[in-house]
């Protein structure tokens, strides 16, 4: 068996995969260190949740190879399914078991030695142990999310793939689970994580940027802000929504995000956007340069896929 | 590497756990299964009506003479009849208990000299009554020939003796429902078909819910393999059939009045393999459907078939041989025979032997294919 002399948890090269004639993931490389935790984003319907199902042998690629966790993705499922921890996107537990009745199947499938001891302290940590009986079907979003979570952690994995686990959850819960994530991480255990947050990619090792199923950006959060060499004014004021739009049609402009209260806008020459953006603005609002951040970027390489698609057609 | 791949005990009870506690949550499901066979045995328990043709026919001759010559042909001429064979007693009956012919016609030693001293001697046609539905026509055809063979050959010299009543006598022996009731095929054929349906669908379902309500990813996540996962699923449906099958036979006793003569034993062993056979199809059928519609209407797709080729519907005897081949596929076919067999007819391990062997194959391929169809991945 080829266990594990190399560090990394996720190794693929080239991925394609497509569902009739619609390209989903398009040559997708990339590489999950031993105890990192990688952010994987990109708007929805990008590809992410298919990526992660052909790295766990859920799906079987088109094209392109690679290994979880030491064993191939194409052959070698069964391991990979034993020593990885998969929360699927969409809620996939029972809904007419109890909460311990699931935790049990879960058990009793990977074998757990003292499966009830296991489910107790999963129950205990959870603090589910007086709602141990309640049907799965009748427990709110939260709960089952981190119902979800604690099942696929139940066999201590190595490697948690996580499909959107934090989507309708709470702020405090989900600060709670990126603490939780981090101190895994610390232990050696690695975690490739789907999300829609930017608080949440900027709490990542590194992140993968995919959008229409093509890796845009991989790397730390800095390197992937400074690879695409973009630079951010600020604007502070009122009646920002009609600036944006101005904005739009300006060639030095690349893009507008609001913020509430605030118009980012972002351009590739710094100074042509800032003297243009102040021009425009004119009195009575502020215009300042800012740090350009994750989010701008991210709807910079969007907006970039979308236009690049569209030419063809 | 091979050690992973193996059948885990601990894997397959796991699922089976997870099955009866599913469908101890499902009442739908419960109520139907409980239902069900009650009302169909209600709905179904009277006659449907046909006239089958060329039904096989054993003929044991005594003796060879113009006038049994003269039967042998007009019963070959009539389209009842298929005269297989003429054998000896012995075979005959058996072939008869077996169902391998639906009558047997013997005509005595002498029986042309006992004619001509105005003996009246006898003609005795034991016909398998099982199934009354199909022997009426005929049975009838089958004492016309015989008369009108004897009024032919009866002239001349032997114009005396004219006239069958006096000269000759019928004697028609109804094997095995002396009364013909029709109930007697129906019912017992009744249990078969109400296995069928009902295993061959919840299973069908059970797979096609997972795919439904997403947990199939989850399932297919987890390390559990086809084999254990199919294998854990049919576990509850293995009780459920046996209590179908239970309330079936008690009905067919309390409410139809139906005898039980052969061996309960043998009659056990074949319906195991029987609900053993449609739950493999089951699981099988459930790797091209897509939601719980789709596994309802295959189920109806596969059920139509066996309704009308296992002999439930129509006369396995009066069917075209094409259509008893492919009838001789379906386990229902074989289940009804045995059912029949051993109810009505007292059969034992060696009269069902030639209906377990086929369901037992079938078994085998079927399962073999659900293990090759099983998606393992959500492609
Ligand atoms: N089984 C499937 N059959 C057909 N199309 C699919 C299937 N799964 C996903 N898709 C399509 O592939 C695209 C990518 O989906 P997905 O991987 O779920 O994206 P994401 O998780 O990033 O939102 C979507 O357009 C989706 O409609
Ligand atoms: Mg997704």
Redesign the interface.
């Known amino acids: 068996m080829t266990t594990c002399q190399n560090t990394l948890a996720i190794d693929v090269q080239n991925l394609g995969k497509s569902f009739g004639s619609k390209k989903v993931v398009d040559n997708v490389s990339l590489t999950v260190e031993r105890g990192e935790i990688y952010g994987f984003l990109g708007p929805n319907g990008s590809g992410k949740t298919t990526c992660i199902r052909l790295m766990c042998g859920l799906l079987t690629p088109d094209s392109g190879s690679g290994t979880c966790l030491g064993f191939n993705i194409l052959r070698e499922s069964t391991h990979i399914k034993r020593r990885i921890g998969y929360m699927t996107q969409k809620f996939s537990f029972w809904d007419d078991l109890t909460i311990r009745e699931n935790l049990d199947f879960v058990a009793r499938l990977f074998a757990i030695k003292g499966r009830k001891a296991a489910v107790d302290q999963t129950l205990e940590k959870l603090r589910l142990q007086d709602r141990a009986n309640q049907l799965t079907g009748t427990l709110s979003g939260g709960w089952k999310q981190r119902l979800a979570l604690a099942a696929c952690m139940l066999h201590k994995p190595k490697l948690l793939l996580l499909d959107e686990p934090t989507s309708g959850v709470d702020p405090t819960a989900r600060r709670d689970f990126w603490d939780e994530l981090h101190s895994l991480a610390a232990r050696g255990i690695s975690v490739l994580v789907s999300t829609h947050y930017m608080d949440e990619a900027e709490r990542c090792h590194k992140l993968a940027y995919i959008a229409y199923g093509k890796l845009m950006a991989t790397g730390t959060a800095p390197e992937i802000i400074a690879a695409k060499g973009l630079h951010t004014v600020v604007v502070h004021g009122e009646h920002l929504q009609a600036l944006s739009e101005k904005l739009d049609h300006t060639p030095e402009v690349e893009q507008t995000v609001m913020f509430g209260t605030s118009l980012h806008a972002s351009g590739l020459d710094k100074d042509a956007l800032l003297s243009t953006v102040t021009d425009i603005a004119g009195t009575g609002l502020y215009v300042e340069p800012v740090e350009t951040s994750l989010e701008d970027v991210f709807v910079y390489m969007m907006h970039r896929s979308q236009n690049n698609l569209r030419l063809p057609q | ?1 091979s050690r ?2 193996t059948f ?1 005990f ?2 397959w ?3 089976v ?2 099955e009866f ?2 469908l101890k ?2 009442p739908v499901t419960f109520v139907m299964i409980l239902i069900m066979p009650v009302m169909q045995l209600l709905l179904f328990g009277y006659a449907m009506n046909t006239d089958p043709k060329n039904l096989p026919t054993a003929l044991i001759i005594g003796e060879q003479s113009q006038f049994t010559r003269r039967i042998e042909a007009s019963l070959r001429n009539s389209d009842y009849f298929a005269i297989t064979k003429t054998l000896d007693e012995n075979t005959a009956r058996h072939a008869l208990a077996k169902g391998e012919v639906q009558f047997v016609v013997s005509i005595p030693v002498d029986f042309s000299r006992r004619l001509v001293r105005g003996e009246r001697p006898a003609i005795l046609i034991e016909a398998d009554a099982t199934d009354p539905m199909t022997i009426g026509g005929a049975l009838s055809a089958l004492q016309g020939i015989v008369e009108s063979v004897a009024e032919k050959e009866l002239t001349g010299a032997l114009g005396h003796v004219r006239g069958t009543s006096e000269a000759l006598s019928i004697q028609v022996h109804r094997m095995y429902n002396p009364e013909g009731l029709t109930h007697y095929n129906v019912v017992p054929g009744l249990m078969g078909v109400i296995l069928a349906l009902t295993t061959v669908m919840m299973t069908g379902l059970s797979i096609t819910k997972e795919r439904e ?3 199939m ?2 399932l ?6 086809p084999m254990e996962i199919m294998m854990g699923k049919i576990v509850p449906y293995i009780f459920i059939g046996h209590f179908q099958a239970g309330v079936i036979i008690l009905l067919t006793r309390l409410l139809f009045r139906v005898p039980f003569v052969g061996n309960p034993f043998a009659l056990y062993v074949a319906t195991v393999l029987f609900i053993a056979s449609n739950l493999m199809l089951g699981v099988t059928l459930s790797s091209f459907t897509k939601n719980q519609l789709q596994a309802m209407q295959l189920t109806m797709f596969y059920f139509l078939p066996n309704m009308m080729l296992s002999g439930f519907t129509f006369p396995f005897a009066g069917m075209p041989k094409w259509a008893q081949v492919i009838g001789n596929i379906f386990p229902l076919t074989h289940f009804n025979r045995s059912v029949r067999g051993v109810l009505l007819k007292g059969n034992d391990w060696g009269d069902l032997w030639p209906h377990l062997w086929p369901v037992a194959l079938f078994c085998v391929v079927v399962m073999a294919l659900s293990v090759l169809f099983f998606r ?4």
């Not at chain 2, 297919?220 to 393999?225: G, H, I």
């Not at chain 2, 393992?376 to 492609?379: A, G, Q, S, V």
């Open positions: 590497m992973e791949s885990s601990t894997r009870w796991g699922v756990v997870k506690l599913q949550r499902d309500r997403g947990t990813e989850n297919l996540a987890l390390p559990v393999s393992r991945t959500l492609d």
